[in-house]
């Protein structure tokens, strides 16, 4: 298995453009999580997922922030508009449902708003 | 907001010896975990200690538990100049779900 597959690796845009960030998570596994990673703030748990369904979303930041899962291979996180705040590194990290499993990050996308 | 605190932010040490990292938490939990991230990719699971263990084992690697204190420890054994990286616990709640809270990490630096 090529494990979590994140993409873009970087993005660059300007303040008040759309971004999507995308996310393919190792077959099999049913959970799937959104993070932010900031130096201030450390990692936070924005979104995840169950069975494609999103279960506990209070980690999302404001509505400028959406997230969805069309099915079981495929997430994407949506931020528009985008602010300059916004910039940290995203990880998207998957594992096998149930509460007693590590979980597996892809590389992240590190993303900066100017 | 942050569930595991670690201690001591900052470690360096010399090659060949051990390294100790500290985690406290705040709440009742169903498993911690340990992560390692290296500078500039993601984080990789290294071990899950349930709540109802104390110890355990994996390679070079050693968690301890305690419940009643709510802390653990991670012992990295004969450090490598390659564990140099940043250090995370990760505690999982008593919930129904399955979501990690993390900690802020620590830098260990083992110095060849």
Redesign the interface.
Known sequence: DAG?IQSPRHEVTEMGQEVTLRCKPISGHN?L?W?RQTMMR??E?LI?F?NNVP??DSGMPEDRFSAKMPNASFSTLKIQPSEPRDSAVY?C?S?P????????????TRLTVV | S?QGEEDPQALSIQEGENATMNCSYKTSI??L?W?RQNSG?????LI?I?SNEREKHSGRLRVTLDTSKKSSSLLITASRAADTASY?CAT?DTG??????????ITLSVRP
């Open positions: 979590v959970s999580f993070y450390g990692l748990l995840y169950n279960i506990d990880f990290a594992s449902l149930g509460r007693n499993y590590g979980y597996t990050f892809g590389s992240g | 942050q169903n498993n975990q992560y990719r993601g984080l990789v699971h899950l349930r995370f999982g129904a779900n399955s979501k990690l809270t993390f900690g802020k990490g």
